[in-house]
């Protein structure tokens, strides 16, 4: 089964509320959530440039080694298995796609430069960067529906 066909499973045992997640699984959903949103919340996205994307870029793959040193451990810890570490592992998964194209963006970040995406990534390339949002936004919002409780849709 890939990845996707899991988080879909997961989604649809959520919407038919075959798995309701426990506090447990519920606080740390919360905790990731909280610090995305933390990681990311200083970033003036208008307008929307190059180097915003950069800057967002960096600041999800710093995310991803905070997921993945401390969110992940004490998440597997504490739920074993459990589909709410899937949704997590899943996650994390997706965002450490952008993570080489992060490195490629970073001089987009340096002061007074003057480059563009289009200077530091290949067509193909930005076009992988776009592609990898779908994925990574139907993850999270798996994961926010099983924090929030809010699957009727």
Wanted: a negative charge.
């Amino acid at each position: 089964m890939t990845t996707a066909e899991r988080v879909d499973e997961i989604a649809t045992m959520l919407n038919r509320r075959q798995w309701r997640p426990t506090d447990d699984e519920q606080r740390v959903g919360v905790d990731v959530l909280r610090r995305r949103r933390e990681a990311t919340a200083h970033v003036d996205r208008e307008p929307a440039t190059g180097r915003t994307t950069a800057e967002v870029l960096g600041l999800l793959t710093d995310f991803v080694h905070v997921v993945d040193r401390e969110i992940l451990p004490t998440a597997r810890t504490t739920l074993g298995a459990s589909p709410m570490v899937e949704l997590i592992e899943a996650w994390a998964d997706k965002l450490r796609t952008l993570v080489p194209y992060a490195e490629r963006m970073r001089p987009l970040l340096e002061p007074g430069g003057d480059l563009t995406e289009y200077d530091v990534l290949t067509p193909e390339e930005g076009d992988a960067v776009h592609d990898a949002w779908g994925p990574i936004i139907a993850v999270g919002s798996v994961l926010t529906a099983a924090v929030t409780g809010n699957v009727d849709h």
